[in-house]
């Protein structure tokens, strides 16, 4: 069961009165900004003022060594390389700033390493090669922060090196001539530290050229927008007024490898939410499939028809890269399922020769599939690399460093990680980052709802207003409504069954809401069944008539025990992990009248989705007793889990339910003997 727990805010009704009067806001609006965190009506004001507002560059630690080594370097023109990074926050920055240091005719290249030959970050090879080039100064763009053995080569060499950053210090900083990330400034409230990589550079360039933040971004936005939304970085403060900017300027499209981009995606007018779906895939797939000189390329383009061929070629990688992570990610659900690895704390799976690019996204999409952390190792040779993802609450960073003794390297955040593992030592990996999380809290996955809405709600004035918390993302999602206790009454296909219309009814009201990706089959629930949803609204325009579009994002059952539910998921766990004491066993072991329960549940519903057995067993049976009963029946051959779907098997005689390991254990546990 990938459980999810619905979270919802506590807000002074009272004080949503005052401050909606006060700023002459919907009161919705500042309802969802008191549930956001934001305090006071400053704070509000603050979120939703217009008026661009950056932090002086200069504040950062080592901006000034860094704006004087590179002057010099322009001035008595010396080569300079930017290094960059392969994906598309690094792209961008690469981009941007090569191209400005070009516009200050600069003697400048740059490099981005390629994924499977090179690897992450400046390298010592890399190093050596550019000073055989006859560079004097390297400057990386997002990366270099724990480059201290190849900063001290390019030092050997005579060989400057600059670093701009946003990951996290491992240990000491490099010693290089300066040294530029905003995490290096954390403690300074004045300093917005959660810029990505070409926030970071397009900082360093308005300090280049003299001139404020607000002056600058109006003429690198668009660059800057693209790694911001792409890289995950919440979008709040500097970063919200970097990609407000940005998609202004993408849908002027002032930038030609931008209007070509558009144009092979099929695109008309972007946000940030379409922005990270159709353009940001395509810029990452380069890193991902072949080599990102082709995105830094078609970024830095002039030509427009030179623009069409590179954003042509990247949306064939980008067709490419989606089958081999469809095939990537149904090949490892397989393999977890076969080995059990989504009953641990921490999934780690490995196959062999995964295409390295695609791992991430693969990651991605399992945390979303199992609701935990997990990593995807690709097993090639001595050396395999892995990817992680997590969910909010465990640090994947933590773990890492808490498992560094059976890794070769690693780095990343608290989200998400990259390393490098010895082939042989996977499984010792495996269970290091086990018992790592077994020592802490790995929380459940949140649906974080900002408000409950009756269905009369869910008007088109509604989603109108919502529209001034745009630009969504990271830190600033969609707003998402809780319709709680509705009667589902109708389920219609669409587009041919790959997605669905709930029809709905609550307080006198029908209302309709789509869920997309989900086909009728796939649907744990039925007509009659009474739920609760999560949805965002949308206007919809369709021949040039407004109307709002009611979109879920998740629904469970209405009235479960959520308390008892996330007791029996940890009792289970701790079950699998082989950590459960006599309290555990005892919540979970079904007594044979439970397991008649599922039985007979199963000889009336022979072939059912097993999300919809737990669904419609809940009420009669906790969440653990129905998994162990459904296991037990698996174990003596009565029944079978094929395609996510519980079947019961031809069988003749009495089964013995007390043969089943599982029960047998169980009860062994309760009786203190492990």
Not at 405 to 420: D, P
Not at 459 to 471: G, H, I, M, Q, R
Not at 647 to 653: A, D, H, I, R, T
Request: hydrophobic share 40%; net charge negative.
């Amino acid at each position: 069961m990938n459980y999810k727990k619905w979270v919802f805010p506590e807000v002074d009704k009272t004080m949503v009165a005052e401050i909606a009067d006060d700023c002459n806001h919907d009161p919705l609006v500042v309802f969802i900004a008191l549930a956001r965190g934001l305090e006071d009506p400053y704070e509000i004001e603050q979120f939703f003022e217009k008026e661009l507002d950056f932090s002086d560059p200069y504040e950062l630690s080592g901006m000034s060594e860094a704006v004087d080594r590179i002057n010099m370097a322009i001035e008595e023109k010396e080569k300079i390389l930017v290094f960059g990074d392969y994906d598309c926050d690094g792209v961008t920055a690469t981009a941007l700033l090569t191209s400005y240091l070009k516009k200050r005719e600069a003697d400048v290249d740059y490099f981005v390493p390629d994924r499977e030959n090179d690897g992450y970050g400046i390298s010592v090879k890399a190093v050596e090669k550019a000073h055989e080039d006859g560079v004097t100064l390297i400057i990386t763009v997002d990366n270099g922060i724990n480059a201290v053995a190849e900063v001290e080569r390019a030092n050997e060499l005579g060989v400057d090196v600059v670093v701009t950053d946003h990951h996290l210090l491992q240990d000491a900083l490099p010693n290089a001539v300066a040294v530029v990330d905003p995490h290096i400034d954390e403690e300074c409230d004045w300093i917005f530290s959660d810029l990505c990589g070409v926030g970071v550079a397009f900082k360093l360039v308005c300090a280049l050229e003299g001139r404020p933040p607000e002056e600058v971004i109006y003429e690198y936005a668009d660059l800057v927008a693209l790694g911001t939304i792409a890289d995950i970085v919440p979008l709040v403060s500097e970063n919200r007024a970097i990609v407000s900017v940005g998609l202004g300027l993408i849908n002027r499209r002032q930038n030609l490898g931008i209007k070509a981009l558009i144009e092979v995606a099929g695109a008309k007018f972007i946000t940030a939410g379409n922005a990270a779906f159709t353009l940001c895939p395509r810029i990452n797939a380069a890193g991902r499939m072949a080599n990102a000189d082709i995105a830094v390329k078609l970024l830095m383009s002039d030509n427009y028809d030179d623009a069409l061929y590179y954003a042509g070629c990247l949306d064939r990688l980008n067709a490419e890269r989606q089958q081999i992570e469809q095939d990537i990610f149904q090949s490892a659900c397989n393999i977890i399922e076969q080995n059990g690895y989504d009953r641990q704390r921490v999934i780690v799976v490995e196959g062999f020769d995964w295409h390295v690019g695609v791992i991430g996204i693969a990651a991605s999409k399992l945390v979303e599939k199992y609701g935990k952390p997990c990593i995807v190792i690709s097993a090639s040779g001595d050396r395999s690399v892995g990817s992680g993802r997590s969910i909010s609450g465990f640090s994947l960073f933590d773990a890492l460093t808490a498992s560094s003794e059976t890794l070769v390297k690693f780095g990343g955040h608290e989200l998400a990680a990259g390393l490098t593992v010895k082939e042989d030592d996977i499984d010792l990996f495996r269970k290091t980052i086990n018992q790592y999380a077994a020592s802490t809290d790995v929380p459940f996955q949140k649906v974080k709802v900002d408000c409950r809405l009756k269905p009369r709600a869910l008007t088109l004035d509604v989603a109108k207003a919502l529209k001034s918390f745009e630009p969504y993302g990271a830190g600033n999602p969609t707003p998402l409504f809780g319709v709680m206790e509705s009667q589902l009454i109708g389920i219609q296909p669409l587009a041919n069954g790959k997605h669905i219309r709930l029809k709905l009814h609550r307080d006198n009201t029908d209302f309709g809401a789509v869920m997309f990706g989900v086909s009728p089959d796939d649907l744990p629930f039925k007509v009659g069944d009474v739920l609760d949803l999560a949805v965002t609204l949308d206007v919809n325009v369709y021949n040039n008539t407004e109307s709002v579009s009611v979109i879920v994002r998740a629904v469970r059952k209405s009235n479960v025990d959520e308390a008892e539910t996330e007791k029996q998921l940890n009792s289970l766990e701790k079950y699998y992990s082989k950590t459960a004491d006599a309290a555990d066993a005892e919540s979970i072991c079904p007594t044979r009248d439970d397991i008649a329960v599922v039985f007979r549940y199963l000889r009336t519903h022979n072939g059912v989705l097993l999300a919809a057995l737990e669904n419609d067993l809940l009420q009669a049976l906790p969440i653990g007793k129905i998994t162990v009963a459904v296991s037990a029946l698996c174990e003596l051959k009565l029944a079978e889990i094929s395609e996510k779907k519980v079947k019961l098997l031809p069988f003749e005689g009495k089964a013995d339910l007390d043969s089943a390991d599982i029960l047998k254990e169980l009860k062994s546990i309760k009786g203190g003997d492990r």
